[in-house]
């Protein structure tokens, strides 16, 4: 930890945290809701793009979504609510 | 012309035709109704007699793969190469999903990659409670976001990985996890726990996992909690620590501990038309001992254990225009630093900085375009046979495809 704060990179992340925080706070909270209150392809929009494109609702069955549900609630780390709304908007 | 005689017998011919096909028509449907009724029957005992059952398996994973070419200048000395299949970054990986109810998942990934079969993870999870799941086995642990969330190749938004993020420190071991996400209010919050068997410090000071028959009762502890400020998930920030001892009891190496720490940060935002993507993460690892052997004359050799690596990415994509070519297109750069411990037997700084165009075929299959350049300098001490100051220069072309099945 010594190096941290004498760290070019270290330097740069910092900014970007503090660049992206701002940002964020002018974009982020001007819709706060909570995960009760969003549908099933709100919280799929908002998630999935988190690491990678939103999937398909065609691309797998239903019972292949309900397990990939799982796998990628462990992944995201999706509350509970988030993967069951989710994956029942995956299976339409 | 005709008389009523002729008319009325006319009529009554009509009249009797007209039942007659009436009748006809009448029969057809009734056979054509009596088929499908027995068509449905047999469809329905045929649904009545299938049981979905509680357990499910289904197959699904990734490949990558492509083409590398590599330009290296040492002291103005310039060598290349190039590769099919791109050595190092080629991977055929298979993910098993097998899920018992809504309680259990079991998931096992072998990869053949670097032209060894491996194993990415092999592991069992519970869904314990909302909240809480509980996983064992053989996994990635909860250091940074990288290399459990975005090191697969359609994932990642260039060719390579950032130079050290993804394979330092060592991060899949046997563990035992426990993790979950939840909300406060409209911010969401994730953490992500585990005991792992552990690293061991080899003798000239590098570290590898202690596998499944660690010579030592020592354990790795690590962890990470994820905050995601705002309700439309667009932020979030991470920060990760790992600690455990490192040597055997009796050994020169008893008292020898890591400490490392790690910061993440994921921050998409739409910018119409564009959508816009920041990741970054950067970490540190320290080993409080500094006396090692080496290698070479097993003589003794001294040097600070520290460690650090990171990187910070930013890819833009026209998601929001018309032209279905354009929207599938995408920008990506990222700056990479990476120092290993100066005056070690592999000691360097290395920056990078790479630059890439993506075309996304379709939400889970990519070609990449990608430009890399890394500048390595060596800081290994004089008194190891190495020149401190000398820079290698390696410029690398990708052309990669990756899927996910």
Same mark, same amino acid.
């Not at chain 2, 061991?200 to 502890?221: E, F, H, M, S, W």
């Given at each position: 930890?010594?190096?941290?704060?004498?760290?070019?990179?270290?330097?740069?992340?910092?900014?970007?945290?503090?660049?992206?925080?701002?940002?964020?706070?002018?974009?982020?909270?001007?819709?706060?809701?909570?995960?009760?209150?969003?549908?099933?392809?709100?919280?799929?929009?908002?998630?999935?793009?988190?690491?990678?494109?939103?999937?398909?609702?065609?691309?797998?069955?239903?019972?292949?979504?309900?397990?990939?549900?799982?796998?990628?609630?462990?992944?995201? =780390?999706?509350?509970?609510?988030?993967?069951?709304?989710?994956?029942?908007?995956?299976?339409? | 012309?005709?008389?009523?005689?002729?008319?009325?017998?006319?009529? *009554?011919?009509?009249?009797?035709?007209?039942?007659?096909?009436?009748?006809?028509?009448?029969?057809?449907?009734?056979?054509?109704?009596?088929?499908?009724?027995?068509?449905?029957?047999?469809?329905?005992?045929?649904?009545?007699?299938?049981?979905?059952?509680?357990?499910?398996?289904?197959?699904?994973?990734?490949?990558?793969?492509?083409?590398?070419?590599?330009?290296?200048?040492?002291?103005?000395?310039?060598?290349?190469?190039?590769?099919?299949?791109?050595?190092?970054?080629?991977?055929?990986?298979?993910?098993?999903?097998?899920?018992?109810?809504?309680?259990?998942?079991?998931?096992?990934?072998?990869?053949?990659?670097?032209?060894?079969?491996?194993?990415?993870?092999?592991?069992?999870?519970?869904?314990?409670?909302?909240?809480?799941?509980?996983?064992?086995?053989?996994?990635?642990?909860?250091?940074?976001?990288?290399?459990?969330?975005?090191?697969?190749?359609?994932?990642?938004?260039?060719?390579?990985? /950032?130079?050290?993020?993804?394979?330092?420190?060592?991060?899949?071991?046997?563990?035992?996890?426990?993790?979950?996400?939840?909300?406060?209010?409209?911010?969401?919050?994730?953490?992500?726990?585990?005991?792992?068997?552990?690293?061991?410090?080899?003798?000239?000071?590098?570290?590898?996992?202690?596998?499944?028959? /660690?010579?030592?009762?020592?354990?790795?502890?690590?962890?990470?909690?994820?905050? =995601?400020?705002?309700?439309?998930?667009? =932020?979030?920030?991470? +920060?990760?620590?790992?600690?455990?001892?490192?040597?055997? /009891?009796?050994?020169?190496?008893?008292?020898?501990?890591?400490?490392?720490?790690?910061?993440?940060?994921?921050?998409?935002?739409?910018?119409?038309?564009?959508?816009?993507?920041?990741?970054?993460?950067?970490?540190?690892?320290?080993?409080?001992?500094?006396?090692?052997?080496?290698?070479?004359?097993?003589?003794?050799?001294?040097?600070?254990?520290?460690?650090?690596?990171?990187?910070?990415?930013?890819?833009?994509?026209?998601?929001?225009?018309?032209?279905?070519?354009?929207?599938?297109?995408?920008?990506?750069?990222?700056?990479?630093?990476?120092?290993?411990?100066?005056?070690?037997?592999?000691?360097?700084?290395?920056?990078?900085?790479?630059?890439? *165009?993506?075309?996304?075929?379709?939400?889970?299959?990519?070609?990449? +375009?990608?430009?890399?350049?890394?500048?390595?300098?060596?800081?290994?001490?004089?008194? +190891?046979?190495?020149?401190?100051?000398?820079?290698?220069?390696?410029?690398?072309?990708? =052309?990669?495809?990756?899927?996910?099945?």
């Amino acid at each position: 930890m010594k190096c941290f704060l004498n760290n070019k990179m270290s330097i740069i992340v910092i900014m970007t945290i503090t660049i992206a925080s701002v940002s964020a706070l002018f974009v982020g909270c001007t819709a706060s809701q909570k995960i009760t209150t969003k549908s099933g392809a709100q919280l799929w929009a908002e998630n999935c793009q988190r690491c990678h494109n939103t999937p398909s609702p065609s691309t797998f069955s239903h019972d292949q979504w309900v397990t990939i549900g799982m796998h990628m609630q462990s992944r995201a =780390l999706l509350t509970d609510a988030e993967r069951e709304k989710i994956v029942a908007f995956l299976k339409q | 012309m005709f008389s009523k005689k002729h008319t009325y017998a006319f009529l *009554l011919a009509g009249i009797a035709f007209l039942i007659l096909q009436g009748s006809v028509i009448a029969q057809q449907t009734t056979v054509v109704d009596s088929a499908l009724l027995q068509r449905v029957d047999a469809l329905e005992q045929h649904a009545a007699d299938r049981k979905p059952g509680e357990d499910y398996f289904m197959v699904a994973g990734l490949t990558t793969f492509g083409f590398a070419s590599h330009t290296a200048t040492t002291n103005g000395v310039k060598t290349k190469s190039n590769s099919i299949v791109d050595g190092d970054n080629y991977e055929f990986s298979p993910m098993l999903l097998w899920r018992h109810g809504q309680k259990f998942l079991m998931e096992f990934e072998p990869s053949f990659a670097g032209g060894q079969l491996g194993v990415n993870w092999a592991d069992i999870s519970y869904f314990a409670t909302p909240g809480v799941i509980i996983r064992a086995g053989y996994l990635v642990l909860p250091f940074g976001s990288y290399s459990k969330r975005l090191a697969a190749g359609w994932i990642n938004k260039l060719a390579t990985d /950032p130079e050290g993020v993804a394979d330092q420190p060592p991060l899949t071991d046997y563990a035992v996890e426990v993790e979950g996400g939840f909300q406060t209010g409209t911010m969401k919050w994730n953490y992500d726990v585990a005991i792992a068997n552990g690293m061991q410090l080899n003798p000239d000071g590098t570290i590898q996992n202690a596998g499944l028959a /660690p010579t030592n009762n020592n354990k790795n502890y690590c962890g990470r909690i994820g905050w =995601l400020p705002f309700s439309n998930s667009s =932020l979030e920030l991470g +920060l990760s620590g790992m600690t455990g001892k490192l040597g055997d /009891p009796g050994s020169s190496f008893q008292s020898a501990k890591s400490a490392m720490w790690a910061v993440d940060l994921n921050f998409i935002q739409k910018l119409s038309p564009f959508q816009l993507n920041i990741k970054g993460q950067y970490e540190v690892i320290d080993i409080n001992q500094t006396d090692y052997i080496n290698p070479i004359d097993s003589s003794n050799y001294s040097f600070s254990n520290h460690s650090t690596a990171g990187y910070i990415m930013a890819a833009l994509r026209p998601s929001f225009v018309q032209n279905k070519v354009l929207k599938n297109l995408e920008l990506a750069a990222r700056y990479g630093n990476y120092q290993t411990p100066t005056n070690s037997l592999w000691g360097m700084k290395d920056n990078s900085f790479a630059i890439g *165009l993506n075309y996304w075929i379709s939400w889970r299959t990519v070609l990449h +375009l990608t430009y890399e350049s890394i500048r390595s300098e060596s800081t290994i001490s004089t008194n +190891l046979g190495g020149t401190p100051g000398t820079t290698t220069t390696t410029n690398s072309v990708y =052309l990669q495809f990756s899927i996910q099945l």
